[in-house]
């Protein structure tokens, strides 16, 4: 039978495993990417492991993240990811250079590889025909370490597009549809990959914009095919030798067959705080803003910022709106300067930030207290923004520009003027702002540089075989990494110290969870319980690291988001599930959870039962986890599992 474009991935990566749904495959990881916010622990991780040198293809090192340099925590962190770029021979990626997923693409990203990033959005990459998944930093040290990546075996989730989007529509639209239709958990272990005539509309980087904001449906990753768009845009980036065609064979089939015809799509909306929470523009049109926020890895494309710049070009953005200008990375700010695009929006009234993740983490750009924010960033949980009681909406470049102009949420369809046509600009190749890796014998000599921040990670105990441990929180369903951890100006630059990030640890849901939980640490630990999809977002391993730090020994909920899951294994937090969700009430934030005879009881069983301290209840759980995941968890988790 014949393979679709993701089978073909897999089969040609495949370490061990078999390619059936739901069981746990190996796959060999030719290309990295490390950002700054993930990058300092992947580096010290790689430092604790005694790696001499990188054993991928290609690694690469961003820094987009951390920009804002308000004292010498950031800074330092870069210099230090230089240092250790160049001393395990990995590519380094400049601040300024931009964000890494679309600099990837256009840089590194090859059709027919598989690439694993210690960020959430890597999947981006997808739009190359790459196999490109997103994961905790350790699993991403250990793939520059040369060991495979296990994960659980997708079903593949086969979209054939057809028809061409209307004027006003673009791809943001199509990925808004998914989310509309489906919601934060729909791609849960499953491969979207996309087919269908269709594609023809669809550019390289339009294909990078739905294929990043897979993320936010739970997808391990999605999967466009190498066509004739994708050779097109390789040799734009002079690299047009980098190219196979990669398409599904004509007697491929899916495992889940789904459609979209294009030419049905109108602009939509997310409303706070959730991506899955789609409505057509139309149903909120009229609603007062305070920023539309243009950029991100999720609307990156020159295309998207020269659209914009049409839109505004001799107009006025409305008065006490802040029209907040991202351009992703270094040269899509060159090729607006040259083709005059920049000066449109400088003379409308926006507002020019530098290249980088900026404002779509909360490093920057927060917006007033409950005022509406329209950004194309790929994320709106709450407080995400940098502002606690924000109400921030995702949307296409369209759809923010057009409410910048009138000043309130807007169908970039009622402006009364015609869609703006692009062309795409001649670009140079411009590597200036990479530093290459260098050779092996140079690279062993070189120190690593470490600023009075960056803390080495502690050493975590193995797994107990007796738990009696109070419920110190209990959450609802969808709990973010960025509830349970913040991003921000604030947080992020302790992303490399341990002791003082885990400070933060679940604040945006209660501040006075630190002290609580170093009490408990104490008396043994604490447990987490919480609804469905707990953990979704991004791939940062400090939120299963931070908590655990502070004494978090299990979370039990109805289920988890992947990468999450995948991180608290790694950190040594046994990560259960409730057999029958009702159950969910049976325990309450105070109650004391006995687990006993954990350690057999996990190896040779997925049941085990969960008794409430003075009471009578016992409480069926699950865990689902490998057999190399136990033995990770007993040891206490990967890095003592790996040293072992
Ligand atoms: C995000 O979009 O949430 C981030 C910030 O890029 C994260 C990575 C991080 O927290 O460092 C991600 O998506 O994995």
């Known amino acids: 039978m ?19 749904p739901g069981s746990e495959i190996a796959l060999k990881i030719d290309q990295t990417l490390t950002q700054d916010a993930t990058g300092t622990m992947v580096m010290l991780e790689l430092e604790a492991m005694g790696l001499k040198r990188a054993k991928t293809e290609v690694s690469v090192q961003y820094v987009d993240h951390n920009l804002l340099q308000l004292d010498s925590k950031n800074p330092d962190d870069h210099i230090f990811l230089r240092s250790a770029a160049q001393r395990f021979g990995i590519w380094y990626s400049q601040p300024g250079n931009g964000v890494s997923h679309p600099v990837h ?13 210690s960020d959430s959005h890597t999947c981006a990459s997808g739009s190359l025909g790459m196999l490109a998944i997103g994961a905790g930093g350790l699993e991403v040290a250990m793939a520059i370490a040369g060991e495979p990546f296990y994960v659980r075996m997708p079903e593949i989730w086969g979209v054939k597009l057809t028809g061409k989007m209307p004027d006003w529509v673009s791809a943001k639209d199509v990925i808004l549809e998914m989310l509309r239709r489906y919601g934060v ?50 040799k734009s980036e002079k690299r047009g030798e980098d190219w196979v065609k990669i398409t599904a064979d004509d007697d491929a089939t899916y495992d889940i067959e789904d459609e979209i015809d294009l030419s049905t799509l109108e602009p939509l909306i997310a409303k706070p705080s959730s ?11 009229g609603e007062p803003i305070y920023q539309a926020y243009i950029g991100s890895s999720a609307n990156p494309g020159y295309r998207d910022f020269a659209i914009s710049a049409r839109m505004v070009e001799g107009r006025r953005i409305a008065d006490g709106v802040s029209y907040d200008i991202n351009p992703t990375w270094r040269d899509i700010l060159e090729d607006l300067t040259k083709a005059g695009l920049l000066f449109h929006f400088i003379q409308a009234g926006g507002r020019i930030h530098q290249a980088g993740c900026n404002g779509c983490i909360g490093m920057g750009q927060a917006p007033a207290t409950g005022r509406n924010s329209l950004r194309t960033t790929p994320r709106n949980f709450p407080g995400r923004s940098g502002t606690r009681e924000d109400s921030v909406f995702l949307c296409s470049p369209e759809t923010a520009t057009a409410s910048a102009l009138t000043g309130k949420i807007t169908d970039p369809r009622n402006l009364g003027f015609d869609y703006p046509q692009v062309e795409l600009p001649q670009r140079e190749k411009n590597m200036s702002m990479f530093l290459a890796p260098i050779p092996e014998k140079d690279a062993l000599t070189v120190e690593l540089i470490k600023g009075p921040n960056i803390a080495t990670i502690p050493a975590m105990e193995e797994l107990p075989d007796h738990m009696e441990i109070e419920v110190l929180l209990k959450v609802g369903d969808n709990i973010s990494t960025d509830e349970i951890l913040a991003g921000g100006g604030k947080v992020l630059p302790f992303r490399s110290n341990l002791p003082e990030i ?143």
């Open 2 to 20: 014949g393979l679709n474009v993701a089978q073909k991935l897999i089969k040609d990566h495949l370490v061990s495993g078999e390619m059936t």
């Open 105 to 117: 693409m256009q840089y590194f990203g090859k059709p027919g590889k598989t690439m694993l990033g």
């Open 185 to 234: 958990r729909g791609g849960f272990g499953r491969i979207i990959e996309y087919y269908g005539p269709g594609l023809k509309y669809l550019s390289a980087m339009d294909r990078h914009v739905i294929a990043n904001m897979g993320a936010e449906l739970g997808a391990t990753t999605t999967v466009f095919p190498s066509d004739d768009e994708v050779h097109n845009f390789l």
């Open 275 to 285: 991506p899955g929470n789609v409505v057509p523009v139309r149903e909120v049109e």
């Open 502 to 644: 885990s400070k933060f640890a679940f604040e945006i849901i209660d501040d006075t969870y630190y002290t609580r939980f170093l009490q408990a640490r104490y008396r043994g630990g604490f447990a987490v319980v919480g609804g469905s999809n707990y953990g979704q977002g991004s791939s940062r391993e400090h939120a299963a690291l931070a908590p655990r730090y502070l004494g978090l020994r299990a979370v039990i909920v109805k289920d988890f988001a992947r990468i999450h899951w995948q991180n608290l294994v790694n950190f040594g937090v046994l990560p259960l599930t409730f057999k029958n969700e009702e159950d969910y009430r049976e325990i309450d934030r105070g109650d004391v959870i006995v687990l006993s005879n954990l350690r057999e009881t996990i190896k040779n069983s997925k049941d085990l039962t969960v008794k409430v301290r003075g009471t009578d209840k016992e409480i069926p759980v699950r865990h689902d986890l490998s057999p190399r995941q136990i033995d990770v968890l007993l040891e206490g988790g990967l890095i003592n599992w790996v040293n072992r």
